[in-house]
């Protein structure tokens, strides 16, 4: 059973800086995308970044030369480190791994962990 246990948020003022992690458990996700997304009060959950197997990355515009996901293979986890924190990035962060295994996808999140930023 695949798991993901996001940790690192927390409460932090406008302009400083939080690094959240990623463990992953039941599965080595070496050969798999990750991704963090976020949602804030509300329905709509934001792809916040990504990154391939091969170390790819993707961002947000709204975040973009502010966070920086990578990833330890080794430690089969993964990190968002945010910088110049904003307001408006206040929300829950959660983590993502999804892949296809045959015909069928697998999609897991994390439990999520809450970043509060304030100005």
């Known amino acids: 059973q695949v798991q993901l246990v996001e940790s690192g948020g927390g409460l932090v003022q406008a302009g400083g800086s939080l690094r959240l992690s990623c463990a992953a458990s039941?599965?080595?996700?070496?050969?798999?995308?990750m991704a963090w997304y976020r949602q804030a009060p509300g329905p709509q959950r934001e792809l916040v970044a990504s990154?391939?197997?091969?170390?790819?990355?993707n961002y947000a515009d709204s975040v973009k030369d502010r966070f920086t996901i990578s990833r330890d293979n080794a430690k089969n986890t993964v990190y968002l480190q945010m910088n110049s924190l904003k307001p408006e990035d206040t929300a829950v962060y959660y983590c993502?791994?999804?892949?296809?295994?045959?015909?069928?996808?697998?999609?897991?999140w994390g439990q999520g962990t809450q970043v509060t930023v304030s100005s």
């Open positions: 993502n791994l999804n892949y296809w295994l045959g015909p069928r996808k697998y999609n897991y």
């Open positions: 039941g599965r080595r996700f070496s050969s798999n995308a």
């Open positions: 990154i391939t197997s091969g170390g790819s990355t």
